[in-house]
C-alpha cells in the first residue's frame, strides 16, 4: 500500500523560506509522478509543481516559478519542495500527491493523482 507522509510546514515571515518533505512508502520514486498541491482557506485545491518518475520532468505552477524547486532523494524516496521567497498569499495547506499510472501524465491535472498525503499547513505572515 502506497503512503505518503508530509512534514516541513510552519509559520514564516514573508521573505522566508521553508522546505516540505513527502516521503513515499510502499513504492519507489521511480513508480510514481509526484506533485504538491495546496489549498487555502475557502479556495480551491490548486496545483504547485510536478515532478516525473524518472525526475526529468518538473512542472511549476506560474505564481511559484523562480521561487519554488523541486527535488527528491531516491535513497530516502522523498520528495522535496523547496519554498523560497515565501509570500502571504501561499498561505495553505500543501499535500503531497501520487500518480502510479503508465502512460500519459498531466502533472497539474488533480484527477490523475490516487494518493494523498495529510497534508501540511503552511502559514506565511505580513
Known amino acids: 500500500q502506497v503512503r505518503l507522509v508530509e512534514s516541513g510546514g510552519g509559520l514564516v515571515q514573508a521573505g522566508g523560506s521553508l522546505r516540505l518533505s513527502c516521503v513515499v512508502s510502499?513504492?519507489?520514486?521511480?513508480?510514481?509522478?509526484m506533485a504538491w498541491f495546496r489549498q487555502a482557506p475557502g479556495k480551491e485545491r490548486e496545483f504547485v509543481a510536478g515532478?516525473?518518475?524518472?525526475?526529468?520532468?518538473?512542472f511549476y505552477e506560474d505564481s511559484v516559478k523562480g521561487r519554488f524547486t523541486l527535488s527528491r532523494d531516491s535513497a530516502k524516496n522523498t520528495v522535496y519542495l523547496q519554498m523560497n521567497s515565501l509570500k502571504p498569499e501561499d498561505t495553505a495547506v500543501y499535500y503531497c500527491?501520487?500518480?502510479?499510472?503508465?502512460?500519459?501524465?498531466?502533472?497539474?491535472?488533480?484527477?490523475?493523482?490516487?494518493?494523498w498525503g495529510q497534508g501540511t499547513q503552511v502559514t506565511v505572515s505580513s
Open positions: 510502499g513504492r519507489t520514486l521511480s513508480s510514481v509522478n
Open positions: 515532478i516525473s518518475r524518472n525526475g526529468r520532468s518538473s
Open positions: 500527491a501520487a500518480d502510479r499510472s503508465i502512460g500519459s501524465w498531466t502533472a497539474g491535472a488533480e484527477e490523475e493523482y490516487e494518493i
